[in-house]
C-alpha cells in the first residue's frame, strides 16, 4: 500500500473534495451505504448528537496517548493542540444545536467503536500496542471522513454541506497524523501490513452494521 500522503497536505485534499470514490483514497474497503445520507438528513437532532459525543471521545482519546505516552516527544507535541481542535469540533455542534433549539441529549452505546476495539491485540510488544491504538485512531478517522464527505455532498441544506464540509478537511488532516505518528515510532512495512488488516476488519464490521441515520457510525 502506498499512502503517499502527509499530513495537512493540500493535493492530499484537492485529490479527495475532486474524487467521489473516497474509499479509494483513504484505503477504506468498503463505501458508505449511499441510503445512510437520506436517513441521517432525517434525523439531524440524533446526528448531531452523535457526532457532538464522537469529537469528544476523539479529544479523549488523544488526551489518553499523551498521558500513556508521555515519553514520545513527537506524539505529545502533535496530538496536543489536536485535542484544542476536536474540542472545538464539539464546541461547534454544540453551537448548532443550540441554534437549533435542541438539546445535547443522551450518549448512544458506540457499536463501532466498540467493534473495533475487539480488534486491537491484547498481548504482544509494547511497539503492538502502540501501533493499534495509533491505527484505530486513524481509521475512525477515515470513516469519519468518508461520512462527512457523503454529508457534504448529499444533503439538501447549503449551509449543512459546508458545515460538514470543514470536518472533512479537518478528519483528513488527522487520518494522515496519526499514520505518520505510526511510522514514526514503527518500522513501515509493519504499519502497512497491519493497516491492511485493520482495513479489512473494519469493512467486515461496517458490512454486518444496520444502516441508521441517527449515528455517525
Ligand atoms: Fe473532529
Ligand atoms: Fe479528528
Same mark, same amino acid.
Given at each position: 500500500?502506498?499512502?503517499?500522503?502527509?499530513?495537512?497536505?493540500?493535493?492530499?485534499?484537492?485529490?479527495?473534495?475532486?474524487?467521489?470514490?473516497?474509499?479509494?483514497?483513504?484505503?477504506?474497503?468498503?463505501?458508505?451505504?449511499? =441510503?445512510?445520507?437520506?436517513?441521517?438528513?432525517?434525523?439531524?437532532?440524533?446526528?448531531?448528537?452523535?457526532?457532538?459525543?464522537?469529537?469528544?471521545?476523539?479529544?479523549?482519546?488523544?488526551?489518553?496517548?499523551?498521558?500513556?505516552?508521555?515519553?514520545?516527544?513527537?506524539? *505529545?507535541?502533535?496530538?496536543?493542540?489536536? *485535542?484544542?481542535?476536536?474540542?472545538?469540533?464539539?464546541?461547534?455542534?454544540?453551537?448548532?444545536?443550540?441554534?437549533?433549539?435542541?438539546?445535547?441529549?443522551?450518549?448512544?452505546?458506540?457499536?463501532?467503536?466498540?467493534?473495533?476495539?475487539?480488534?486491537?491485540?491484547?498481548?504482544?510488544?509494547?511497539?503492538?500496542?502502540?501501533?493499534?491504538?495509533?491505527?484505530?485512531?486513524?481509521?475512525?478517522?477515515?470513516?469519519?471522513?468518508?461520512?462527512?464527505?457523503?454529508?457534504?455532498?448529499?444533503?439538501?441544506?447549503?449551509?449543512? =454541506?459546508?458545515?460538514?464540509?470543514?470536518?472533512?478537511?479537518?478528519?483528513?488532516?488527522?487520518?494522515?497524523?496519526?499514520?505518520?505518528?505510526?511510522?514514526?515510532?514503527?518500522?513501515?512495512?509493519?504499519?502497512?501490513?497491519?493497516?491492511?488488516?485493520?482495513?479489512?476488519?473494519?469493512?467486515? *464490521?461496517?458490512?454486518?452494521?444496520?444502516?441508521?441515520?441517527? =449515528?455517525?457510525?
Amino acid at each position: 500500500m502506498d499512502l503517499g500522503l502527509k499530513a495537512g497536505s493540500s493535493i492530499f485534499l484537492l485529490q479527495m473534495e475532486n474524487n467521489h470514490n473516497i474509499k479509494n483514497i483513504l484505503g477504506l474497503k468498503l463505501p458508505t451505504d449511499p =441510503r445512510w445520507v437520506d436517513l441521517a438528513e432525517k434525523t439531524v437532532e440524533e446526528i448531531l448528537t452523535d457526532h457532538a459525543y464522537c469529537e469528544q471521545k476523539a479529544a479523549t482519546s488523544c488526551i489518553s496517548l499523551i498521558q500513556r505516552y508521555n515519553d514520545k516527544e513527537k506524539l *505529545v507535541q502533535e496530538l496536543s493542540p489536536i *485535542v484544542t481542535e476536536e474540542w472545538g469540533h464539539f464546541r461547534s455542534v454544540l453551537a448548532e444545536l443550540k441554534k437549533r433549539k435542541l438539546n445535547l441529549g443522551r450518549q448512544r452505546k458506540d457499536e463501532y467503536v466498540n467493534e473495533l476495539l475487539n480488534f486491537e491485540t491484547k498481548g504482544g510488544s509494547e511497539d503492538d500496542r502502540l501501533l493499534d491504538k495509533l491505527l484505530l485512531c486513524a481509521l475512525i478517522e477515515a470513516r469519519s471522513c468518508e461520512r462527512f464527505k457523503r454529508l457534504s455532498e448529499g444533503l439538501d441544506e447549503k449551509y449543512m =454541506r459546508n458545515f460538514y464540509r470543514r470536518f472533512m478537511k479537518s478528519e483528513a488532516g488527522h487520518y494522515t497524523l496519526f499514520i505518520e505518528l505510526a511510522e514514526t515510532y514503527i518500522e513501515k512495512k509493519k504499519v502497512r501490513q497491519r493497516w491492511k488488516e485493520w482495513l479489512e476488519y473494519e469493512a467486515a *464490521v461496517i458490512k454486518k452494521m444496520d444502516v441508521r441515520g441517527d =449515528r455517525i457510525h
